[in-house]
């Protein structure tokens, strides 16, 4: 992917918002990696369409972001450039189920219906539970604001993390 | 890779004695170090300052995820990734299907881990033939195999070796440009196509052999592939499984990919499905709607569209059960595939363990060409590692290789061959995290300096072996992504390793 990084970038923003069930052809137009290095949101946000949400991380950390109205959680996620192991691998395109959340109740029940094809890669998640669904694939509604996600586990949690000679 | 860290290290190198202390990062002190540095220096580093030079055999998923883990908890450990092929990324190149290019994307994530200035790639070195595994130990506190699966199991059945049979593992490897497979030039004139095995490498190589061709040009599918695929006969595809609907192997987003796919048609025959509604009612839901799906589409009438769309289709496929391979029947020549002789089987037990057993009856199927699609199966590639042969893996607890310490495996090598990316992920995950419990509890010694690739390289010059570095792997990506651009398609693969090579300038 030497590609320059210009032409990415501006497919990124087009896609800022979401797109539940990318069509494969703008999915082939692999995305370069520089988007993990995206600093913040786009400005130009007014108060009312910020929408925050706290992802309580494997560690059982409290992570908190923003983000705006029909953003989805992967682009919380990769624009507040939030430290979650392993997450959006497939960038969003439903190929890797690595966006797995686990909803509150009363969230799961009012988010839109789930599609067959998310519901197949869910059938390959860890932790799967009754109220996951994929992160790609669901859009900020201010009626979220404050919502908790929360991070499956997956094997290697089970093990007290480690992190050596890690900047405080 | 010129990063500024490599340069440094050679700064530091020229003016020794000076200015050592304006060197914030204690891995620019590790050549001074390793070549016999003045005392001096060494009296101002702390052992945790050096960081724990690691190498990582294979640059699949699981090499790259590994390297991935321990460079982001460990903030000096120094990653080195040795590759056999010039160029990276293992089955997500030469396994993934052209199709499927999403999920090719985390290449884009391995990019980022190769371009970090503590992680190397070293492509065109085989483990095991150009330097051993001993060596590598000489030079690296850790070594991580992750060298995945290269060879097939083989059914061991008699016919096995006739023209017209072929493992899915070299025919996945042609259409994706493997370089070991560009020359198999499969035979394509038989009307029906045998796929023995019911996993999802059995439906990455059935809808190759059934989509139709304007789909598969605009992928990343050489070129070859492409022409022989355009001349295919092949109307038919039977995939037939050892055991029954409730245990296949393939995922249900691969399954509803070939009942959608467009100018073909399923044919699953309702007996193999009547009455599995009770069985499947406490079984775990992607078991439970995997079949719900198979017994849909074999006893539900389909929409009119969906009807009128597999009534015009041109080319079929089946799922073909409980039937065990029991020989291959040569054509009268004796050098040709004519049939495929099955023992019907029964299944003693049930879900997911349930075993066939033959009833002793067997049925023959004509077809000229059959891919056995029975599994991957890893090799070992240095007599210094333990194998368990049997298994096919490096024997390990956590990743730790069972009586080697220092020694570590992830991926396919570590737990067999099966499991999608994630699965790969997670088990790299845990195999990193068992290194940096070694490290922090010092099982694993860092005390003493290790020479890392200098020490390797020089073994390697002296064997005429020159590394491809991620830059010139960088180069090939893009001289591959312009070559496609003109076929208007993301990718043309280049399929010598020679003219990568030369592409480089070696
Ligand atoms: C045909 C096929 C299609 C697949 N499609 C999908 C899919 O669509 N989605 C999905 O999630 N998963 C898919 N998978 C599964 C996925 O590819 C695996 O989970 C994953 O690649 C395993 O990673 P690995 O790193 O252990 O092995 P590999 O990917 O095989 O990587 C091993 C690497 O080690 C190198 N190597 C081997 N020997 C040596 C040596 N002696 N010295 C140095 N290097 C060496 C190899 O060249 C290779 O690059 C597919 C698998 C196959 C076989
Ligand atoms: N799109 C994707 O996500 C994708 C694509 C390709 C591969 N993959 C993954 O890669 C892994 C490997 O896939 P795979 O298809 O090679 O392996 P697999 O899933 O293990 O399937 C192997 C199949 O071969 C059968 N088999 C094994 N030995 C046999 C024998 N001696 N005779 C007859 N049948 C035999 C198995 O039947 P039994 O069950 O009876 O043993 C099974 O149906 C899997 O985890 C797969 O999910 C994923
Ligand atoms: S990011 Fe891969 S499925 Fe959501």
Redesign the pocket.
Known sequence: MAASSAVPLLLRAAAASCHRLLSASRVAANRSPSRFFHASAPARLSSEDKVTVHFITRDGDKLTAQGKVGDSLLDVVVDNNLDIDGFGACEGTLACSTCHLIFEDHIFEKLDAITDEELDMLDLAYGLTETSRLGCQICLQKSMNNMVVRVPETVADVRQSIDIGKNP | MVSGFRFSCAALRMGRGGGILCWKRASAFRFLVSSGSPTGIKRLLSTDELGPRICIVGSGPAGFYTAQHLLKHHRLAEVDIYEKLPVPFGLVRF???PD?PE?KNVINTFTQTARSDRCSYYGNVTVGKDITVKELQKAYHAVILSYGAEDN?T?GIPGEDLAGVYT?RAFVGWYNGLPENRDLKPDLSSETAVI?????????VARILLSPLEILRKTDITEDSLAVLARSKVKRVRLI???GPL?????I??LREMINLPSVRPLLDPADFKGLGDAIRDVPRPRRRLTELMVKTALEEPGEEVAGRWASASREWSLKFLR??LEVLPATDGKRARAIRMAVTRLEGSGETAK?VPTGEVEDVLCGLILS????RSLPVDPAVPFDSKQGIIPNSSGRVLGAPGLYCSGWVKRG????II?TMNDSFDTAQSVLEDLQSGALDVSKAKGGFELVRSVLKSRGICPVSFSDWEKIDAAEMARGKLGGKPREKIVDPQEMLQLIGR
Request: hydrophobic content about 40%.
């Open positions: 396994g993934v299907a499927h999920v199991r059914l899915a023995l095995g019911h996993g999802n490498v059995a439906l990455d499984g050892r055991r245990q296949a192997a393939f995922t987003k691969e065990s391979p066939a699609s029975i599994g991957y061959p099966v499991g999608v699965t």
